[in-house]
């Protein structure tokens, strides 16, 4: 149970152009290309379609005498 050698390809190869013809593989790969250039362009443009998510809230602090442990921050949005 070894591998292919050169020549087991050879052959396969060989059969594949006597049985569909050389016009007809071109024309398999030239479909083939459009279909993944196709597929990449319909991924790139549903992920360009999405609208932007919202900008988080800022928080504010109140500020509460009773309790000791409230830290007084500023909380800052992402640019």
Do not use: C, Y
């Amino acid at each position: 149970m070894g591998g292919f050698s050169i020549w087991h390809w050879m052959i396969v190869l060989l059969v594949v152009v006597l049985i569909f013809g050389t016009k007809k593989l071109k024309n398999i790969g030239t479909d083939l290309g459009e279909a993944v250039k196709g597929f990449k362009d319909g991924v790139k443009g549903a992920n360009a379609d999405e609208t932007p998510a919202a900008p988080p809230q800022q928080v504010t602090a109140q500020r509460s005498a009773t309790d000791s442990n409230t830290v007084d921050v500023e909380a800052k949005t992402k640019s």
